[in-house]
């Protein structure tokens, strides 16, 4: 009895380890479901525009990202982060465009304005000029900003 309780236990401690041991994310894939496959979610004509609309606004922040290097780094800091903070807001605008959890709508509204302060306190940081009040980005005509007031940056000592 006492040998099968040792081999039992040896045998747990063992899988306890193995999993452990494992990288998260393949934990964290083997968790969900597979993806519904291609066909299946171009199905739905909300799906279809989510992600066309979704991958265009991955393509424009890694593109955005792709900043050339001045030399400065808080600049290049802050060219890099500001189309990364950007890129949280628009996929945050398409949720609330497409999603229907109310949980997730309200995250994505903490997001855009979260993600908006920190992109002006980036460029007021290195004397820039930022954008402190702009259209709801759900709203008609929100991608002209030509109305948002601007802040100047305040002088530094």
Not at 131 to 136: E, G, H, L
């Amino acid at each position: 009895m006492m040998r099968f309780l040792k081999a039992a236990f040896g045998a747990l401690l063992l899988r306890a380890i193995f999993i452990f041991a494992l990288p998260p994310l393949v934990l964290a894939h083997e968790a969900h479901p597979p993806a519904p496959p291609p066909a299946a979610a171009a199905a739905s004509t909300d799906e279809a525009a989510f992600l066309r609309e979704n991958e265009a606004a991955m393509t424009r922040m890694m593109d955005g990202m792709a900043a050339k290097p001045t030399g400065d780094i808080d600049r290049d800091f802050v060219a890099m982060m500001a189309p990364h903070h950007q890129g949280a807001i628009d996929m945050a605008i398409i949720e609330l465009r497409y999603g229907k959890n109310e949980q997730l709508r309200r995250i994505a509204q903490e997001i855009i304005v979260d993600q908006m302060q920190e992109i002006a306190a980036m460029k007021l940081a290195i004397g820039e000029r930022a954008d402190v009040s702009q259209p709801a980005p759900t709203q008609p005509g929100a991608e002209d900003h030509s109305h948002s007031m601007i802040m100047s940056p305040t002088p530094q000592k």
